[in-house]
C-alpha cells in the first residue's frame, strides 16, 4: 500500500496523542483516589503528575501552585500545556480530521464527540464531584477508539502507523511513571513501608497492569515486582518490554526500516538485561533516563525514515 508521508506522520501522532491522553487520566484517576487513604505525610506530592509529564518548567512559568486544584487544572483543562488531557485530545482530533478519508467513518465520529465532551466538560471537571466521571469517561472512549482501530482497519500501513505511535507513547508513559513514582515515593515527609503495597498496587492499577499481576505474580505487590513485571512480563501488552517487541515486528513490514530496527533492538535488549533487584534508586533513574532517550532517540528514526520532508 503507498501511504503519503504526511498522512502516516498524522496517524502516528494521532495514536500517541490519544495513548497520552489515556495514559494520564488513568494515573490522574488512580493518584486521586490513592491520596484520600493515606495519612498525612506519607502521601506522594502533586507534583508526581507534572514531573511524570516532563512540564515542571512550563507548570512554574504559568504560575501554577503544587497544590490538587493547581495541578489538575494544568494535568486535565489546560490547553497551554500541551501534554494535558484536553490538549491531547484536541491534537489527536486534528490529526484524524486531516487524514479521516483513509479511516473508518465510525473512528472520526467517536474522537470528534470525545473533543467535544472534553471540551464542554473539562473545566469542571478539577472539582472532586465532577473529577471521576470525566476521568472514567475519557478512559473509556480512548479505549473505544483503540477497539475501533483493532476490529475496523485493513493491516496495512496506515494500521502499523497507528499502532507504533500507541506503542512508543505507551513504552515511554510507562517508563515515566515507574521513575517519576520510585522517586516520589522515597522523597515523602514520612516513611512508612506498611502503605507502599497500597501505592505500588494503585500504579500497576493506573498502568492496566493489576489483574494481570496478582494473577502471574501474586495478591501482595512490591516495588521490585511490579517494576520488573511492568518492564519485563512478555506476555502482557500492558509491559515496556511487550511495546518494543512490537514495534520491532512492525517495523520489519515497513520499506527501509534497518536503522529504526537497529535502535528499536537495542532498546529491546537493554530491557533483557534489566533487574529491578539489581539496582539502587538512583541507578534505576539513570536506566529509565537512558531508556526515555532511547525511545526519543527511535522516535527521531521514524521521523527521519518516513516523515521527513526529503521523503515527501
Excluded at 470528534?112 to 465532551?117: A, F, K, M, S, V
Excluded at 506498611?194 to 498496587?201: G, M, Q, V
Excluded at 534497518?258 to 539489581?278: G, H, P, T, V
Aim: proline share 2%.
Amino acid at each position: 500500500m503507498i501511504l503519503l508521508s504526511r498522512v502516516a506522520e498524522r496517524l502516528y501522532w494521532m495514536s500517541r496523542y490519544l495513548e497520552r491522553a489515556e495514559g494520564m487520566a488513568r494515573v490522574t484517576n488512580a493518584y486521586t483516589h490513592l491520596i484520600m487513604d493515606l495519612p498525612r505525610g506519607t502521601e506522594v506530592e502533586w507534583g508526581m503528575l507534572i514531573n511524570i509529564m516532563g512540564a515542571k518548567p512550563t507548570f512554574e512559568s504559568m504560575g501554577y501552585n503544587y497544590t490538587e486544584q493547581g495541578t489538575l487544572k494544568f494535568v486535565i483543562a489546560s490547553l497551554d500545556n500541551a501534554s494535558s488531557i484536553s490538549a491531547c485530545i484536541k491534537a489527536a482530533r486534528e490529526n484524524m480530521r486531516t487524514t479521516r478519508d483513509v479511516l473508518p467513518h465510525e473512528i472520526w465520529e467517536t474522537i470528534n464527540e470525545l473533543h467535544l465532551y472534553c471540551k464542554e466538560t473539562a473545566s469542571q471537571s478539577i472539582s472532586r464531584r465532577n473529577r471521576y466521571e470525566f476521568l472514567n469517561e475519557v478512559t473509556a472512549r480512548c479505549q473505544m477508539l483503540n477497539g475501533l482501530v483493532m476490529t475496523t482497519l485493513c493491516r496495512d500501513h496506515c494500521y502499523r502507523f497507528i499502532k507504533l505511535g500507541h506503542l512508543l507513547e505507551r513504552a515511554d508513559i510507562n517508563s515515566r511513571v515507574l521513575d517519576v513514582a520510585l522517586a516520589s515515593i522515597a522523597s515523602r515527609q514520612i516513611e512508612n513501608p506498611a502503605f507502599d503495597s497500597l501505592i505500588w498496587a494503585s500504579l500497576t492499577q493506573a498502568l492496566g497492569a493489576l489483574g494481570t499481576y496478582r494473577r502471574a505474580v501474586g495478591p501482595m505487590i512490591d516495588a521490585t515486582s511490579a517494576i520488573n513485571y511492568l518492564y519485563k512480563e512478555p506476555s502482557s501488552p500492558r509491559s515496556i518490554l511487550f511495546c518494543i517487541n512490537a514495534i520491532r515486528n512492525d517495523l520489519k513490514a515497513l520499506k527501509q526500516h534497518q536503522k529504526a530496527l537497529d535502535q528499536a533492538d537495542k532498546i529491546y535488549q537493554s530491557i533483557e538485561q534489566f533487574e529491578a533487584q539489581d539496582m539502587t534508586a538512583k541507578q534505576f533513574h539513570s536506566f529509565s533516563d537512558a531508556f526515555q532517550k532511547a525511545v526519543s532517540e527511535l522516535n527521531n528514526c521514524i521521523n527521519q525514515l518516513w516523515f521527513s520532508a526529503q521523503q515527501r
